[in-house]
Structure formats: C-alpha cells, structure tokens
C-alpha cells in the first residue's frame, strides 16, 4: 500500500520560515505535488516535483529526494493569508498513476 | 472565465435519499476526480474519469456512483447505501498530455453535504 505522513499542525510569525516535511512510502513513483486549501475552499496547487531538487516559486519553494522518499515545502517571508492547510500528494504506478493525498498540515500565522 | 463549477453549495440529505452533486468545467480537460474530505483530513478519491463514457472506482467508491456522458459534465449521486455520507465533497479537472503543468489538478469550490 501507499502511506504518506506529514506533521498535522505547525504554528509561526509573520515573517518567519516554516518547513513542512511529507515522507511517502509507495512503489513506482513519479512525482510530489502540494496543494494550499484555506478553510472551507478549494485546494490550489503550488508545486510538483518529479527530480530531486529544489524548486523556488517566489516566497515558496519546493524540495524532493527521491533515494530518502522524502520531500519539503519551503514557506518563506509568512503572511497572515498564508494560514491555511498544506497538503503533499504523491503521484505513482501503486495507485493507478492517480495522486495519494497526505493527511494535510495546519499551519497558523500569528501577528 | 475558464474553471470548474460545483453545485449547490451546501446539500441535505434526508435518510434513504439519493442526492446528486454537481460538476462542471470549461478548461476542456479530459480527466475529472470526485474527492471525498472530513474535517481535518486529506482528500480521498471517490471515482475518476480519463475520457468520456468511462470511469473507474476510486478508493472510496461504495456508495457512490457517476456519470460522464459529456466531457464537461461529472456529476456524483451519493446513494442511499452510503451510511455516512456527511462531508466535503470535491470535484477536480486535469489536463491531458505529460509535462509538469499537466500535472496541476484544479478543484471546483466544494460541496458540503450534510445528513438531516
């Protein structure tokens, strides 16, 4: 089976950096996506990583190393608007090619 | 504007009811997802469709059924033998084709479903 774990809570201030860790187990795998949902909206996506690397997009960057199954979402320069859940998503050939969405990580911008 | 339409917002249900949920998109996109989320969890998937007139059971799939008889049209019916239907249900559309922004899933704004 498939399992990704990620921490279900991260509380910061404005203007610090938060790391959101997401580890996978899986087989075939292709890549790692994120998506930021606010509350009671629809997830909007932020990145996808299928090369182990870090991907910058402007104050969020995404990280992945394939050989530790292991990626990160890098959220920089917080800002109130940026209180949301944070969710990794694993894409792979043990489940039909279709995303495996993790449990999500709350993560509470304070003033 | 091009995006992805659920309907209604909030749905009740009564006990033995059949309720259908709608989805609609304009992006032209060929595959389309039904999710399931409860509160403070990720999202499951109900059922998805790669191609019109096809599609197959998710993790989920007890309970529900779907119809793709157009390329812009998924509607879900949560049936009466889903026993514990109340949650957020939510619809998403995908590209075709590789390549990394193929990759992006764009979800409609929900339907929370909830049992009288």
């Known amino acids: 089976g498939q399992s990704l774990e990620q921490p279900s809570e991260v509380t910061a201030v404005e203007g610090a950096i938060v790391q959101i860790n997401c580890t996978y187990q899986?087989?075939?795998?292709?890549?790692l996506s994120w998506y930021q949902q606010h509350d009671g909206g629809a997830p909007t996506f932020l990145s996808y990583n299928a090369l182990d690397g870090l991907e910058e997009t402007g104050r969020f960057s995404s990280f992945l190393s394939r050989s530790d199954s292991y990626g990160y979402l890098l959220l920089q320069e917080l800002q109130m608007k940026d209180s949301a859940s944070y969710f990794c998503a694993v894409k792979a050939e043990a489940a039909g090619n279709k995303l495996t969405f993790g449990g999500g990580t709350r993560v509470l911008v304070k003033p | 504007d091009g995006g992805i339409t659920q309907s209604p917002k909030y749905l009740f249900r009564k006990e033995g009811q059949n309720v259908t949920l709608s989805c609609e998109q304009n992006l032209n996109h060929d595959a389309m997802y039904w999710y399931r989320q409860d509160p403070g969890q990720g999202l499951r998937l109900i059922y998805y469709?790669?191609?019109?007139?096809?599609?197959q059971k998710g993790d989920i799939a007890e309970g529900y059924s779907v119809s793709r008889e157009k390329k812009e049209s998924f509607p879900l019916t949560v049936t009466s033998a889903q026993k514990n239907p109340t949650a957020f249900y939510l619809c998403?559309?995908?590209?075709?084709?590789?390549?990394?922004?193929?990759?992006?899933?764009?979800f409609g704004s929900g339907t929370q479903l909830s049992v009288l």
């Open positions: 899986t087989s075939g795998f292709y890549g």
């Open positions: 998403a559309s995908q590209a075709g084709g590789g390549g990394v922004s193929n990759e992006k899933l764009f």
């Open positions: 469709s790669q191609i019109v007139n096809d599609f």
